[in-house]
């Protein structure tokens, strides 16, 4: 005897896609970006102790950016690094009632919402991230400049040894 067509099982293989990226993603967020947002926190908090003399220097909207952009990113991506925690949460809590679920039609529409919410919590982690990258988009431009910059006195350099 053949058994029913669960309506449940495509969600449920869904879901455990997503979480299993999820899981990447947020391994992927503590080990490389972790570290990357607690090194930016101590630089913050150097340019916060120079800021007068950097101001002088570069000037105060520059400081002032630099600033902006860098608490901007820490935040951010703190955010990133809750919801990400929270929808791995949702994405087991919607297995655990897949799997417990000994009528599926009966239980459809929980898990309907659940998906419903779980779909909006993961736009808004890739908003935020997105978000980030965009943040970032000065900073890189600023590090190409350095990175020139260092290329020129490179050769400089080598140029005077000869």
């Known amino acids: 005897m053949a058994e029913p067509e669960n309506p449940l099982i495509p969600i449920q293989q869904k879901v455990i896609g997503i979480e299993t990226k999820l899981v990447e993603f947020l391994r992927a967020v503590i080990g ?22 950097l101001a002088k220097t570069i000037g105060k909207t520059a400081v002032d950016t630099i600033l902006k952009a860098g608490n901007r990113i820490v935040q951010v991506m703190s955010y990133v690094e809750k919801q990400t925690v929270e929808a791995l949460k949702m994405a087991r809590n919607i297995l655990k009632t897949i799997k417990k679920a000994a009528q599926p039609e009966k239980v459809f529409n929980l898990v309907k919402q659940m998906v419903a ?24 431009m600023v590090l190409g400049v350095i990175s020139t910059v260092r290329m020129v006195l490179q050769l400089v350099f080598k140029w005077i040894s000869q």
Do not use: G, H, Q, Y
């Not at 926190?41 to 102790?49: D, E, H, M, P, S």
């Open 32 to 53: 490389t970006v972790k570290p990357m947002t607690m090194s930016l926190t101590a630089f913050l908090a150097n340019i916060k102790k120079a800021a007068t003399d």
């Open 117 to 140: 919410r779980f779909a909006k919590v993961f736009r808004l982690i890739v908003t935020k991230v997105s978000e980030v990258m965009t943040i970032l988009s000065p900073i890189e």
